[in-house]
């Protein structure tokens, strides 16, 4: 299977928790994690498909519909409600 690209638009971004939590960090084997504190976030998205652009009408022949919830804690991720993003879906090689 070749990979596969979807069109998906945020919709929504909702707050895990009342309060920022520490997340430990791992940079590499052998060291120690470091803590941040970060607010974790849950995104929405569903696919796209506007009639009036082609390209969405392209991204609906294969998937005409859909959604994506994702978790998230990693403060450097950021998905703003009412933008578009592709995802793409690679095979993994689990030999």
């Known amino acids: 299977m070749a990979t596969t690209r979807a069109k998906f638009r945020c919709?929504?971004?909702e707050q895990s928790t009342s309060a920022?939590?520490?997340v430990k960090r791992y940079t590499g084997a052998?060291?120690?994690p470091t803590g941040i504190m970060?607010?974790?976030r849950t995104?929405?998205?569903t696919a796209m498909y506007d009639t009036t652009v082609p390209e969405d009408q392209r991204y609906a022949q294969a998937t005409p519909?859909?959604?994506l919830t994702i978790a998230v804690?990693?403060?450097a991720v950021v998905f703003e409600p009412g933008k578009s993003?592709?995802?793409d879906f690679t095979p993994v090689d689990e030999a």
Request: proline residues 12%; without cysteine; hydrophobic residues 20%.
């Open 11 to 13: 919709h929504s971004v």
């Open 20 to 22: 920022p939590v520490e």
């Open 30 to 32: 052998g060291q120690e």
């Open 38 to 40: 970060t607010w974790p």
């Open 43 to 45: 995104y929405r998205f």
């Open 65 to 67: 519909s859909g959604q």
């Open 73 to 75: 804690d990693n403060p």
């Open 85 to 87: 993003y592709y995802l």
